[in-house]
Each structure stands twice: as C-alpha cells, then as structure tokens.
Nanobody, 113 residues
Framework: QLQASGGGLVQAGGSLRLSCAAS????????MGWYRQVPGKQRDLVAY???????TYADSVKGRFTISRDATRNMMALQMNGLKPEDTAIYSC?????????WGQGTQVTVSS
C-alpha cells in the first residue's frame, strides 16, 4: 500500500530525494518515518515525523536529511543532502497508525566515495 521511490547511485556529497506515497487512504496516523537497513544488520530509524509535525532524526543524519509530509495526500519525502558512503542502505518508509504499521518496499541508496 506504500510505494517508495527516488533511490539510486550518487557520489559522496551529493543529494537524493526519496518519496513515499500511499495507494489508498490511511486513517488514524500517529506518524510517518524512514528507516534504513544494511544487509546483515538491523533496521534503523532515519527520520520520523508525527501527526503534529514533530520531527526526530538519527544523530548520524541530523543537519543533512529533512523529512516532510503531505498529510492530506498521505505522502512523505526525505531530502538527503551531503550524502556519505555510510548512508548506503535500503531505505523503507512506514506509516504508524493506532492499529498497526504499514511498510513500503525498500529503495536502494548507494553512495560512492
């Protein structure tokens, strides 16, 4: 029900913008977030935005990444600037509701040095 897009290959210092769109209406949303996972490691939170617009970022991306949302269209984005090779991962979007979570498929982000 969630579709993530915008991943790709970029050189260190470059930028990418990830988007996440819901195919249908999602109700009772608590918040939306972006997560990333490197093969063999756990999935980590990258950025999160609550229904009130309060944002949280992983320390490693603060000042470089910005999460935004369009609540009326159940869409969100992640602007990633100053990308580093350690940002390479599969990025997934998720919507947290009062009854559960919706996850989108991942999009690969690869940052070359």
């Amino acid at each position: 029900q969630l579709q993530a897009s915008g991943g790709g290959l970029v050189q260190a210092g470059g930028s990418l913008r990830l988007s996440c769109a819901a195919s249908g209406r999602i109700f009772s949303i608590n918040g939306m977030g972006w997560y990333r996972q490197v093969p063999g490691k756990q999935r980590d939170l990258v950025a999160y935005i609550t229904s009130a617009g309060i944002t949280t970022y992983a320390d490693s991306v603060k000042g470089r990444f910005t999460i935004s949302r369009d609540a009326t269209r159940n869409m969100m984005a992640l602007q990633m600037n100053g990308l580093k090779p350690e940002d390479t991962a599969i990025y997934s979007c998720a919507v947290m509701t009062t009854t559960g979570a919706y996850w989108g498929q991942g999009t690969q982000v690869t940052v070359s040095s």
